[in-house]
């Protein structure tokens, strides 16, 4: 077993696939701070690029790609409030409005720090858990996996307000993402749902212009409005003790960022869920951490917590993904299963031979996973002091570039002007969202888990009729989903001043 | 505000009754998800619609989501608004009528000098800067197809 580990690090180290390696990682760098083009569609683009790599190279090549993308896509979301990934989105809600506090540089070294902590945590994840999660996630069929989901909108609706009237519209947002996630092509029976009879939303409404629509959009508009640069009149920050601070703020909330991770691994473990998930899990995690009402009221408005959990659990779901993928040929995601091609075209099936056989080939990929972060993060320090000076620069010098980058992220959606107009469309419905006090996490939430749950809630009612509803493990899951709704009431009802007892 | 605010609540009601109304003609298993979504969201957004309409509002809102800025005055804020707005729409207009290759360096230059005014010079540079950038990212490493405009497939170009 050492012996492989081992191995596996020299596979690495090979001078041509630590150079392909790097050469991924600049590609992933690119791809991580361009809104739209997302990780998984890169990983599609360059496949075709590994047809002549032996497979230690070809995974160094994919992996170093793929994990980096993750990283970085959190500076656009600090700096602009544009996630760059989807799986940026979280970043954006804690980390934009640092910027505005002239924290940019706080807050990316927040970022990154903890997205290299969550990477290392995800490919210790990876080389530990293999012989152990097997059994986990054959026990969670249909059921188990559609109450998860319901369980992960009700973390970030419950949020949404300390009494029973403030998370009124908690619901309300998850419920209407969930109801966006509805339009299109009903996948069971192929019956076409609020189509209004345009033939572009037969496939649904796609993640990436609804999702750049909904951050991008009002953060731009509020640009405009404010005059100023993202930072305002406030004085430069101290940049690099900024950063500094940040990466101290990493260790300061070291636990948090740890629990983030796992969080982030279970996540990626369970097939279909996804980073878009693990962020938001996380943010949640660290809202509810937050030990009273006082405490939690600095998020979304600037808390380096909001900016550790999402940052951790991004990166450690990458470990977590790949482990059904390469344990049982099962891939936890759209990249992942792009990458399971990867294995095909290098012709390894995923499975007990990777334990065995390519045990040595396995553990390239935690180190691949781990080396790749490291060698980020070593660099985005060096140029984070350059980075968050864009803060500091007149809005009206930065709006129409991050439009271009917007507008072009949305549009390689489909390819077609459609996608500008539901960012648009969903620009505006997101602007009056933050006027009116809507939280819109959980209107995002419930977009991206929206055909997951109804893909899971059909099967196990096909499969069980209500009888799923009785599910040992699905009991369980009902019982956490009560105590997550009902933990901020909890939490309140603690902190209320008791009455003085009069004799 | 407040006006602004039971009409948003008003349109969360309208939007869940449209998909309540246009499902229940479908198949079960076409209506179950939807229906299972829309009716809660229907009650919630009428409870809230009378809360505020009573004055009943919950006072501990705003949690986990940005706050946009207060510090400028409500005529400029409606100025500006409509303005980026209108910037906006006139993208995506030069998008349907130029496209992207063709509309990236005009926004940026149009942007630049009359809504940030910045020098004609600066501008022009700026712009063909952006385009150069444009065309090596976007079009010659990533290979996006992006789509002519309307004038160009009108003039055959």
Request: glycine share 12%; proline share 5%.
């Amino acid at each position: 077993m050492f012996e492989a580990f081992i191995d596996g690090l020299l596979l690495v180290l090979q001078w041509k696939a630590f150079s392909l390696m790097l050469v991924g990682m600049a590609l992933g760098f690119c791809v991580g701070l361009l809104p739209g083009i997302g990780g998984a569609a890169t990983l599609a683009l360059m496949i075709p690029f590994i047809f002549k790599m032996s497979p230690a190279e070809a995974f160094a090549f994919l992996l170093g790609m793929h994990s980096v993308a993750a990283t970085t896509g959190d500076i656009t979301s600090v700096l602009f409030g544009v996630p760059g990934e989807a799986i940026s989105a979280a970043t954006v809600v804690d980390g934009y409005p640092m910027a505005k506090k002239g924290e940019a540089g706080r807050a990316l070294g927040a970022a990154l720090m903890s997205s290299l902590l969550g990477a290392l945590i995800g490919a210790f994840a990876l080389a530990l858990a293999i012989p152990i999660v097997r059994p986990l996630v054959l026990t969670f069929g249909s059921p188990e996996l559609f109450m998860l989901g319901i369980i992960g909108i009700s973390c970030i609706t419950s949020l949404s307000g300390s009494s029973a009237r403030g998370q009124i519209k908690g619901f309300a947002m998850g419920l209407l993402g969930l109801l966006v996630a509805t339009i299109g092509q009903e996948r069971q029976s192929g019956s076409l749902r609020f189509d209004m009879g345009l033939m572009y939303l037969w496939d649904g409404l796609d993640f990436v212009p609804v999702l750049v629509g909904i951050f991008a959009i009002p953060e731009i508009i509020d640009l405009a409005v404010r005059g100023t640069s993202i930072a305002g009149d406030r004085p430069p920050e101290n940049l690099s003790a900024g950063v500094v601070e940040g990466v101290k703020d990493t260790f300061r909330h070291f636990w948090l960022v740890f629990r983030c991770s796992v969080v982030g691994v279970f996540v990626g473990i369970l097939p279909g869920a996804g980073g878009g998930v693990a962020q938001w899990m996380a943010y949640a995690h660290a809202v509810q951490s937050a030990k009273d009402g006082t405490d939690r009221a600095g998020f979304g408005k600037g808390d380096v917590r909001g900016v550790l959990g999402p940052g951790a659990a991004n990166n450690s779901k990458e470990g977590g993904e790949l482990i059904p993928t390469v344990a049982f040929g099962v891939p936890g995601s759209g990249a992942m299963a792009i990458l399971l091609s990867g294995f095909l075209i290098m012709g390894i099936m995923p499975g007990p031979d990777m334990l065995t056989k390519h045990l040595a080939l396995t553990f390239s990929m935690v180190w691949t996973l781990a080396i790749a972060n490291v060698i980020t993060v070593i660099l985005c320090l060096a140029i984070l002091d350059q980075l968050a000076k864009l803060t500091y620069v007149r809005g009206g010098l930065i709006i129409p570039f991050v439009l271009l980058l917007v507008f072009v992220g949305s549009y390689t959606a489909n390819g077609q002007i459609a996608d500008l107009i539901v960012t648009l469309i969903f620009g505006v419905l997101s602007y009056f969202m933050v006027i009116f006090g809507w939280p819109r996490p959980p209107f995002v939430l419930g977009f991206v888990l929206g055909k997951v749950i109804e893909t899971y809630l059909f099967i196990s009612m096909t499969r069980y009729g209500f009888g799923w509803l009785t599910h040992p493990i699905v009991v369980g899951l009902i019982v956490l989903m009560a105590i997550v709704i009902a933990y901020p009431y909890v939490q309140q009802h603690r902190q209320r001043p008791r009455e003085p007892v009069h004799a | 505000m407040r006006k602004g605010a039971v009409i948003f609540c008003g349109f969360l009601i309208a939007v869940s009754g449209f998909a309540i109304f246009t499902a229940t003609g479908w198949s079960f298993k076409t209506k179950l998800f939807p229906l299972s979504v829309a009716i809660p969201l229907l009650i919630l957004s009428t409870v809230q619609l009378i809360l505020m309409l009573l004055g009943k509002e919950a006072t501990d809102e705003g949690a986990m989501d940005v706050d946009f800025t207060t510090d400028v005055p409500p005529e400029i804020v409606r100025r500006r608004v409509v303005g980026v707005f209108c910037w906006i729409v006139g993208f995506i207009a030069l998008v349907y009528l130029l496209g992207f290759p063709w509309t990236t360096p005009l926004f940026i230059f149009l942007y630049l000098r009359f809504q940030s005014e910045v020098s004609w010079a600066g501008a022009l540079a700026s712009a063909a800067v952006t385009w150069g950038c444009f065309h090596l990212l976007f079009q010659s490493l990533v290979h996006i197809q992006f789509e002519p405009g309307v004038i160009q497939a009108w003039l055959g170009l």
